[in-house]
């Protein structure tokens, strides 16, 4: 097992790595901006080195940083948390060539499953269901109108390399598509520097579930259920929950064997996420993330299983510590991610937070970074912390959530948890009976 480990992340996350590395008896080193000198993590990690300015590029994304920090302090291995170079094969290579273990999956797969084509005809090939669109990529108007033929509209233009719900656009007709075709790929040079596209049927109502699994490097892959993380705004997640309130135990079963199947089919390594749209009782790949997902939270306390523990064990070389039959599913979980952003208009809201005091009691879990004092910096992205409610079933999970949200005091800065509040007093909410537009449409009525 390693003695040190050097966490390329701030925030949350970074507190969250932290954590698990304490209570397996693994030493810390915190990287920071100069913007981030005074965080949490920073202050808990049995070391800090200070890695550059704050903009990312110079910072956290600052390879030759973070591998002289490793030097500095010999730490062995690094986890990358989320976002950041969580999903840069190329960083996970250039640790392997200076003898530093990266805390995740191998390059090869990081490569694969960020090239959005590339994975998915790979998974379709290991037996998982696909969202009906191209074969691969499309290139002229005329090759996007024949699949838009086929498929039927309305169709989605999708960046091979997309992220973060960018580069994506929908035509309801064949006059719309050769202006979605521009727009996606302007877009995607922007965001992406690639502008390589593809398509897919656009699915009308679907709910975006997603299958956790964990695979070792002794032949060993198992499924940890699902995740409902149906509530987006702008295609990115403010809600999940675990289980879906859409699937019973057989349909949960049997997706999660055929993405386990797949996985091991793969020899894939660690942790890692497949996401589906699922409609009228079908489910459609749609991308696999190849790190720790910010919701993870809910399958954990679901099935109480440490998802960072396992990381770092199995990047270590250990067998993961459970079997497919070891693991129970019990209860409900739903997290809200706390953001420092006007919960109307979401404008970002950046500051000194002078009051702040979190909810507790049974089945209640905080991941923040935040304290009275602190003062939220600008420069990157607006999750200030993660409110995690675990309830025996829905219901109490509900109602749980419901007085934790009274609880949460942040003065200082606009959050979201006003949000959150209202959402609990609907009854679409309250039934579960809601698909990745629903918040959209909820977010209309409520500003
Ligand atoms: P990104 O990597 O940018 O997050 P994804 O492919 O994971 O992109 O999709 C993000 C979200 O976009 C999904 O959760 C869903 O809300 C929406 N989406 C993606 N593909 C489709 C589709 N074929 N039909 C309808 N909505 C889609």
């Known amino acids: 097992m390693f003695e040190k480990v050097l966490i390329a992340n701030r925030g949350e996350i970074a507190l969250r790595v932290h954590r698990a590395c304490q209570e397996m008896g693994i030493k810390t080193v915190a990287v920071h901006s100069t913007a981030d000198e005074h965080a949490m993590h920073v202050r808990l990690a049995d070391e800090s080195v200070c890695i550059g300015p704050p903009q990312a590029s110079e910072s956290y994304l600052n390879i030759p940083a973070l591998i002289s920090a490793c030097e500095i302090t010999g730490a062995e291995a690094v986890h990358p948390g989320y976002g950041f170079l969580s999903e840069n094969a190329r960083f996970a290579e250039i640790l392997t060539e ?10 090869e797969h990081i490569r694969l499953m960020g090239d959005k084509i590339a994975a998915k005809a790979t998974v379709k090939r290991l037996g998982i269901p696909v969202v009906p669109g191209s074969e691969g990529g499309v290139t002229t108007d005329a090759e996007a109108l024949a699949v838009a033929q086929e498929t039927g509209y309305p169709v989605l233009v999708k960046a091979a ?14 006059a719309e598509l050769p202006g979605a075709l521009s727009a996606a790929r302007t877009e995607a040079k922007a ?8 398509m897919e049927k656009y699915l ?6 997603e299958v956790q699994v964990v695979a070792d490097a002794h032949g060993h892959a198992v499924h940890l259920g699902e995740r409902d993380c149906s509530l987006q705004r702008r295609h990115q997640k403010v809600l999940e929950e675990a289980p879906s309130p859409a699937l019973n135990d057989a349909a949960r079963a049997e997706i999660g064997e055929i993405v386990s199947k797949a996985m091991k089919g793969l020899g894939y390594l660690g942790v890692g996420t497949i996401e589906f749209l699922y409609e009228n009782g079908e489910f459609f ?13 809910v399958t954990e306390a679901i099935t109480g299983i440490d998802l960072v523990r396992e990381q770092i064990r199995i990047a270590s070389g250990l067998e993961m510590s459970f079997t497919q ?17 006007h919960p109307q208009t979401f404008m970002p809201s950046p500051g000194l937070i002078k009051e702040y005091h979190t909810p507790g009691g049974l089945g209640v879990r905080i991941d923040s970074g935040a304290y009275s004092g602190y003062r939220i910096p600008p420069y990157y992205d607006s999750l200030i912390g993660k409110l995690i409610v675990h309830g025996r079933n829905r219901n109490e999970c509900l109602m749980r959530l419901r007085r934790s949200l009274e609880e949460f ?17 609907e009854p679409e909410f309250q039934n579960g009976d809601y698909h990745i537009h629903w918040l959209e449409q909820f977010l209309e009525k409520y500003s």
């Open 285 to 297: 790949f749609i991308e696999m993330n190849t790190r720790l997902q910010v919701e993870h939270p």
């Open 409 to 425: 005091v942040v003065d200082g800065v606009d959050t979201t948890i006003p949000l959150f509040k209202e959402l609990m007093a």
């Open 161 to 174: 390399s997309g992220g973060g719900g960018r580069g994506m656009k929908v035509a309801h007709s064949a």
């Open 98 to 107: 200076h003898d530093i273990t990266f805390i995740g999956p191998t390059a």
């Open 191 to 198: 965001a992406f520097g690639d502008d390589t596209l593809y």
């Open 204 to 209: 009308s109502q679907p709910r975006h579930i």
């Open 325 to 341: 039959e070891d693991v129970a599913f019990s209860g409900h979980a739903i997290e809200c991610r706390i953001n420092a952003e």
